[in-house]
């Protein structure tokens, strides 16, 4: 089955593309990226008219939390991967942190077994660092790689005791996958709810201060020096926390990170409706932080934007903010926000958010995808952006617990190819000057 | 030359961040009139007949619960009181669930008192048809007691504008300390916090309060000394290490009040810790202390604020 996209912009920030051309996947990977393909007609099962679309190589998101298994009221991984490639991702990566965490081989095969059976987009296990997720002793790490994980993290929580940190980085060198870390000194977090400052004070809610990320951070890319590993920062919020990439990846550290959306284009301010679809840990930081953290796009210190999709049931977000679980929902909303937020706003080009969305992340966690070039992966997204929208509450994942619900953007992905097979397609529901296509 | 109103903008009281100045008049005048009620033979007006108030006390309170009750019984209105205990909250029923089913038994107005930032909030948002008053949630606001405050210092040093208020101990967990600190900026009052840096929460500076951490620089020149509670729990953790020293810096006695001007009023909003924040021969001097004036004013004061939201009810 083959698949010809005709007169798309292509961009490809792998191979610093940017041009009209045609892309033409072949068995489900990519045949030819060139001007008018003409191919023979009785090969082509399906051909997509892209003219005023954007065609990128898909997006990869490194940071989903499908919740399957254990928590299928919040999401199902057929639920959540139809809402990655209505986001436009073709690949998600799956936090372990799901109920039995994916801390041993079993799990994740019954993860594989079931993206592979009703899982819209690729799933790319994350294994857990501890076993059970308790900090205390080390997964079956290797066993997890075979078994076909792309890397370790005990998300959700940090992995606090410091010797534990450091031979987990030091098995992984062994691996060939980085150890992902959530970065947060409980102690200093102290059971709070949103970032510390001025409106913390304001709401008398606890206060999560930028210091439990920069600490946290500080420590392990101390250990990646000394270990020689490769330690990926997730959901990077704080200005420190930056610095200490920047001036680590200078000196040599084998230290990556991502930033997600909602950190980039929303502040702590925005706690005062009290609304608990702006609770999420790390929390929402100050203006100095959002800044810091656009500044860290801009200069490339950081390489991938990512979700932490987190879904939860409505009952579980309907309670007092206190209550109510942290996390919001993403995939849908990522590339919008990010249009806005970023390349609209003039900060960076649209290939550059098109790295940090698909090449950086392929890039850095070694996967496949992330580039248009022959013979990779047949993942394509198609971009519309034209399109003005306000985020519906009505969302193919499981869950709506979306912040963004009711506001306005620009840019949103129309057409997702996974493989070669077209996953998801809103074309016909693009607005005029296209009626005429059937 | 001020503005004046006669109504209040929104249906619910949940906070004093949001009020208007003229608003704040409005309920202490209102509440001078109402105060003339309580020394009356008989200590009722019609003014909330047929109405249903609903005091919902999800956390544990004296004054406040027993100053609404009060309040309410002396406009006439028809009170229920709803406390966490016993209640079906121990089985597990959410906030929402509990009101949405009190107001199905039609209240005009629910008092809210609870241990969470943003409690009144929720139930004001979603429940269109009542009105929501804050009586305390966490450490928020409480934005009656910042009321009677001010109604206590109007009343005795005739104004509130160019006043020095100190307010004096666990900034960091007091909802009274912030309704107060909106109030009072919003009168024009000069305002000063102290405490030990472990008690005063980030950047309090920016809501326009001056900032020390001495006890002796906080009274100096004070008009108004207001000290809050000490919550004994809290010694010997992190945020001070024995209540010994606290006292020793920062409790008020009468060598330290000294410091002050001999006009200087003192207040607490309760319940106090004798001998931790305050000491007795301060608490209990009739001259400068009017801690129990305020009890008496709150009744007053939450008759003005039940009363003109009670107004929006009208008719109905």
């Known amino acids: 089955m083959n698949l010809l996209i005709t007169n798309g912009r292509v961009i490809d920030p792998s191979q610093e593309l940017d041009a009209t051309l045609d892309v033409l996947i072949e068995d489900g990977v990519i045949a030819r990226v060139d001007k008018r393909i003409k191919a023979r007609a009785e090969t082509i099962a399906e051909t997509i008219d892209a003219a005023g679309l954007v065609v990128v190589p898909g997006l990869i998101d490194l940071h989903t939390h499908l919740r399957e298994p254990g928590q299928e009221h919040k999401e199902t991984i057929a639920t959540g991967t139809r809402a990655a490639v209505a986001g436009g991702y073709t690949a998600v990566c799956a936090m372990a942190n799901t109920l039995p965490p994916n801390d041993e081989r079993a799990v994740t095969e019954m993860i594989i077994a079931e993206s592979r059976r009703n899982g819209a987009c690729r799933v790319y296990p994350i294994g857990a660092v501890s076993k059970g997720l308790m900090g205390e002793a080390l997964a079956e790490l290797a066993d997890l790689r075979a078994a076909g994980c792309v890397g370790v993290s005990d998300d959700g929580r940090p992995v606090w005791n410091a010797q534990l940190m450091r031979r987990a980085l030091e098995y992984c060198t062994m691996l060939g996958i980085p150890v992902i870390a959530h970065e947060e000194d409980a102690n200093l977090s102290d059971g709070g709810v949103m970032h510390e400052g001025y409106f913390s004070t304001l709401l008398g809610l606890g206060g999560i201060p930028a210091a439990s990320e920069e600490a ?72 100095e932080h959002r800044q810091a953290l656009i500044a860290g796009i801009a200069d490339r210190t950081i390489d991938a934007i990512a979700t932490d999709h987190a879904p939860h049931h409505f009952d579980e977000k309907n309670v007092e903010f206190d209550l109510a679980p942290f996390g919001i929902i993403g995939l849908e909303t990522a590339f919008a926000v990010c249009y806005d937020t970023l390349v609209r706003s003039g900060v960076i080009g649209l290939d550059h958010l098109i790295d940090l969305m698909s090449c950086g992340p392929a890039r850095i966690f070694n996967l496949p995808g992330g580039t248009l070039r022959s013979g990779a992966l047949g993942d394509v997204t198609l971009l519309d952006l034209d399109a003005k929208f306000i985020v519906p509450n009505a969302f193919r994942s499981k869950a709506s617990n979306s912040p963004f619900v009711g506001k306005t953007f620009h840019g949103r992905p129309v057409a997702t190819v996974v493989g070669g097979a077209v996953r998801y397609d809103a074309r016909a529901a693009r607005p005029a000057k296209r009626k005429g296509k059937k | 030359m001020r503005a004046s109103t006669s109504s209040l903008r929104s249906k619910d009281l949940l906070g004093i961040e949001h009020l208007l100045p003229e608003e704040i008049e409005l ?115 409480h934005p009656t007691q910042a009321l009677l405050d001010a109604f206590t210092i109007r009343e005795r040093l005739g104004q509130l504008a160019g006043v020095n208020v100190s307010i004096i101990g666990d900034i960091a967990h007091s909802r009274v300390v912030r309704s107060n600190i909106h109030l009072l900026t919003k009168m024009k009052a000069n305002v000063t916090v102290a405490a030990p840096p472990t008690l005063l929460p980030a950047e309090i500076g920016k809501m326009g309060v ?46 330290r009040l000294k410091r002050a001007s001999s006009e200087a009023i003192i207040m607490h909003p309760g319940p106090m810790n004798r001998g931790v924040e305050i000491a007795s021969d301060v608490a209990d001097d009739p001259k400068r202390s009017v801690i129990l004036e305020q009890v008496t004013n709150g009744v007053a004061v939450r008759m003005a604020v039940l009363y003109l939201l009670g107004g929006a009810h009208d008719g109905e």
């Open chain 2, 27 to 141: 309920i202490l005048d209102t509440a001078e009139g109402f105060k003339e009620v309580s020394e009356r033979p008989v200590k009722k007006v019609p003014a909330l007949r047929g109405q249903l108030i609903i005091n919902l006390f999800m956390e544990a309170s004296t004054r406040t619960r027993v100053s609404f009750e009060i309040a309410e019984k002396r406009l006439s209105a028809d009170t229920l009181n709803f406390t966490a205990s016993g209640s079906s909250v121990e089985k597990g029923e959410t906030l929402i669930d509990t009101a949405e089913n009190l107001v199905a038994m039609h209240p005009e107005m629910i008092v809210i008192r609870h241990k969470y930032p943003g409690a009144p909030k929720m139930l004001a948002d979603r429940l269109p048809n009542v009105s929501i008053i804050n009586a305390g949630d966490g450490s928020h606001e």
């Open chain 1, 216 to 287: 946290l951070v500080a420590r392990d890319v101390i250990l990646a020096r000394a270990t020689g590993a490769h330690v990926h920062i997730a959901h990077l919020s704080t200005a420190g926390g930056v610095d200490s990439v920047r001036h680590a990846r200078a000196a040599g550290v084998r230290v990556t990170c991502e930033v997600t959306p909602h950190h980039i284009a929303l502040g702590d301010e925005s706690v005062q409706s009290f609304s608990t679809n702006l609770k999420m840990n790390p929390p929402l930081r100050s203006a």
């Open chain 2, 210 to 255: 001056r900032v020390v951490h001495s006890l002796d620089e906080a009274v100096a020149g004070a008009d108004v000394i207001m000290m809050l509670r000490i919550q004994l729990e809290r010694q010997g953790k992190l945020s001070f290490p024995s209540l010994r020293e606290y006292y020793n810096t920062f409790g008020l006695t009468p060598e």
